[in-house]
């Protein structure tokens, strides 16, 4: 007995043609019927009742398609298995991260990644969060970290990483340095230094001062997280940044916020609705494995 036969005999069970089982398979009705017969010979039990119109079952074949069905289903998990592999082996991964990937060390990430699949090419693509769920969603990224509201991840599969309450940064000497809280409301006077309104960080801190009522005096719009901070230190404003950024050992005081204090929560997102490739299933397993998802 064959796959193929099983494959043969499913295909006419389910057209209850034997014409249209045979384009279905793509082999010539002949060479079908041929194969039908064989099948039943080894089995030692007729399959089907054959009319000049039409094809049914026999008591047999109906015990004998649950079985055809899940061998063949088994066998298609089989090529899966080693499909996956070999593209673990020589695969490509493409994946979108935003400037700031905090608390994530992607260069170690990738670092042990690579060691454990050395054939797999990896495409890394930067852009803005909101440009990266663009290019997830049509197809050209297969897998991107953001740190978007969950409200604009819908439809995706969300793997969260990290989660993180956003800290005030403002110069030691400020007059907001000595605080061991700040409000969003205490904000509204000072220059504050933001991130491009494209970026995720910027999205979720709009959102937490629309919520607040506070609309802040924008002084800088950047794409860069270092020189942000590197502004706030030379006491040319304040930012709101995500607390792990504390790392840089920057001259700036960190402050906690109050109530409504945005949140800065990384994850890993693919699209829902596709069986993702095996290259994309071992990154993420990765990340989870590693401690790196809550």
Not at 77 to 89: E, K, W, Y
Not at 226 to 234: C, E, K, M, P, Q
Request: with cysteine.
């Amino acid at each position: 007995m064959e796959l193929r036969q099983l494959e043969h005999f499913v295909a006419v069970a389910e057209e209850g043609h034997f014409s249209r089982a045979a384009e279905r398979v793509h082999i010539v009705q002949s060479g079908l019927s041929s194969s039908i017969r064989s099948l039943e010979r080894e089995l030692g039990a007729e399959l089907f009742i054959r009319t000049t119109r039409h094809v049914a079952m026999t008591e047999a074949g109906r015990q004998f398609l649950t079985d055809a069905r899940s061998a063949l289903a088994a066998a298609q998990r089989a090529r899966d298995a080693v499909a996956g592999v070999r593209q673990l082996l020589r695969g490509h991964l493409t994946m979108g991260i935003m400037q700031v990937l905090e608390p994530i060390d992607l260069p170690a990430v990738l670092a042990r990644f690579h060691g454990e699949h050395p054939g797999l090419e990896i495409d890394l693509r930067q852009a803005g969060a909101s440009t990266l769920i663009e290019q997830l969603r049509a197809g050209v990224l297969d897998l991107a970290f953001v740190a978007l509201p969950p409200d604009q991840l819908q439809g995706l599969d969300v793997t969260v990483i990290s989660d993180e309450a956003m800290r005030v940064a403002c110069p030691p000497a400020h007059r907001l340095a000595t605080r061991k809280k700040i409000s969003l409301a205490d904000l509204a006077d000072e220059c504050f230094i933001g991130f491009s309104p494209s970026w995720a960080a910027r999205i979720v801190i709009d959102r937490a001062f629309a919520a607040a009522g506070v609309r802040p005096r924008m002084a800088f719009e950047l794409n860069d997280l270092r020189t942000v901070l590197g502004l706030v230190a030379n006491r040319l404003g304040v930012a709101i940044v995500p607390r792990s950024v504390a790392k840089y050992r920057m001259p700036v005081k960190l402050i906690p916020l109050g109530e409504g204090a945005p949140r800065w929560q990384l994850s890993v997102v693919t699209r829902a609705g596709e069986r993702p490739s095996a290259a994309t299933r071992a990154f993420v397993d990765m990340l989870e494995l590693d401690g790196n998802a809550p």
